[in-house]
């Protein structure tokens, strides 16, 4: 009943968040980690993730059963809130088990995220051998693709892929916007806060009454199908009761002050760059998803395409254009004699 260490549970709140797109990229995380326990291959097993994503007891309840014990307050200190253990249930029940990836690899970080501008698919990456050592390469695959298994040099790509992210890097006097825009935003949000208890508050009567009734039910029916149909409904209610209540606790606390919060933001948004120069696949990957709204189109011997940024640095593009920019309309693609 020992449950794991707190830092294994903080890749699960990433898995609930979609940070992690899959159990296999969790699972090639942990077996990154030299203190994370493995087998005697250095792997770590589905078995082990699915304990680790399935147990309830690291939201802080007990659930067995058979001792009539349902959903019931544990004595320790939560790992993971009720509500992050739910949203990582609703992924499990709702996506299959991808398997692992042995290609992806620190080498290639960009490796299933840039695409071929010609047949939109991922590009894949390998190391080549010449005549006296061996160079990477990225490639698209397809078949029918014009550009098939023609390479492009990986220094080339990450290099224009490292300049898209140095002009990412907003000017000093549009901090000093964004920080007065972000504040007004933090005061109008804490000044709802009590509205926002009140409807929670308003909502947790009702599902008690709606508990009730599925009581009077079960207790007048002997059928066994009906019975566990009711039991089911009721156990349904309790955990969205505990989601309201965890919802209303939190109401109103922020985890960190505004100015922490804020430093925290800005410091990424002020340079991507200095993340994604971290040797760690899992930091590289996460700028990909921070930056970018979606997967980037890159055409051989052009450039990268238009890129569409993630939603803070559009705002801060928006603020002000001749300060802060990506990508003009055409792409990064040099001009052509002929425009």
Not at 179 to 199: A, G, P, Y
Not at 269 to 290: F, Q
Not at 305 to 319: K, S, V, Y
């Amino acid at each position: 009943m020992n449950p794991s260490p707190p830092s294994s549970l903080k890749h699960s709140k990433c898995y609930a968040r979609g940070w992690f797109e899959s159990q296999s990229e969790v699972k090639r995380f942990l077996e990154s980690q030299a203190i994370y326990p493995k087998d005697g291959n250095g792997e770590v097993h589905y078995g082990r993730l699915h304990e680790l994503f399935s147990r309830v007891l690291y939201a802080g309840y007990i659930d067995f059963p058979s001792w009539g014990l349902t959903l019931h307050p544990a004595k320790h200190e939560p790992l993971i809130s009720f509500e992050t253990y739910q949203a990582i249930q609703d992924r499990l029940s709702g996506q299959a088990k991808a398997p692992a990836r042995k290609d992806l690899h620190e080498d290639f970080p960009l490796r299933g995220f840039i695409t071929c501008a010609c047949c939109g698919q991922p590009l894949s990456a390998c190391w080549s051998k010449g005549r006296n050592e061996q160079y990477p390469y990225y490639f698209c695959y397809t078949k029918s693709c014009e550009n098939h298994r023609k390479s492009i040099k990986k220094e080339v790509l990450e290099g224009e892929f490292e300049g898209l992210l140095k002009q990412l890097r907003p000017s000093p006097s549009l901090f000093i916007l964004a920080r007065e825009m972000f504040k007004d935003l933090w005061d109008q949000r804490q000044s709802l806060v009590q509205q926002e208890i009140h409807t929670l508050r308003a909502q947790t009567p009702q599902i008690e009454r709606q508990v009730e009734k599925i009581v009077s039910r079960l207790l007048e029916t002997e059928n066994s199908t009906a019975v566990k149909h009711y039991e089911k409904e009721i156990q349904r209610l309790d955990e969205e009761k505990l989601l309201l209540q965890e919802k209303i606790d939190r109401c109103g606390r922020p985890l960190k002050p505004f100015e922490d919060c804020f430093r925290t933001a800005m410091t990424f948004l002020a340079n991507p760059c200095y993340l994604w120069s971290s040797d760690r696949l899992e930091d590289k990957r996460t700028v990909l998803r921070l930056v970018f709204a979606d997967k980037l189109a890159y055409l051989r011997n052009k450039g990268f395409r238009t890129a569409e940024i993630a939603l803070p640095f559009r705002l801060l593009r928006d603020f002000n254009g001749q300060e802060f920019c990506l990508v003009e309309a055409r792409g990064v693609e040099p001009l052509s004699e002929d425009r």
